[in-house]
């Protein structure tokens, strides 16, 4: 993974992933669900779906696991998965799209957390992943 952080990684110009009906309408434009979902399918081809409703802190529960499969947070994240929390100001949790897991670092993207971060590449200790987040608690992985 280049280590030339702060690159916007992702095509947020592609209608088919980022549009306002990705994933028939179900998230909000330029939230972080919106944003995990297109980068999902812009990078794998995959379109996720869920069982009942899709707040960041309810993707790792309520995923529809036909093509795709969940990981635990207690084991250290896996490239092209998204990583969900629960926790929040609001307590709608947030989710991440993890790019790659390299040289002891997790490298992420994500949308909404940081402003002047949105779609651009960062990266923290794979050691803590689970807890950089002060305030959200890791529910776990899904793996594309």
């Known amino acids: 993974m280049d280590d ?47 069982n009942g409703s899709a707040n960041g802190f309810e993707w790792y529960s309520n995923i529809n696991t036909s093509n795709v499969s969940k990981r635990a947070a207690s084991l250290d994240p896996a490239k ?24 002891g670092y997790t490298y992420f993207t994500e949308y909404n957390f940081v402003q002047s971060q949105n779609a651009k590449l960062q990266k923290t200790p794979t050691s803590s992943f689970a807890t950089f987040r002060f305030n959200f608690t890791l529910n776990g992985y899904i793996v594309i």
């Open 4 to 50: 030339s952080l702060g690159n916007i990684l992702a095509n947020l110009n592609d209608s088919s992933c980022y549009g306002t009906t990705n994933c028939n309408g179900k998230f909000n434009q330029y939230q972080c669900t919106w944003y995990c979902w297109g980068r999902a399918k812009e990078k794998t081809r995959k379109s996720l779906s869920f």
């Open 80 to 103: 092209n998965s998204i990583a969900s929390f629960s926790g929040g100001s609001q307590g709608y949790g947030h989710v991440l799209f993890i790019e790659d897991v390299a040289n």
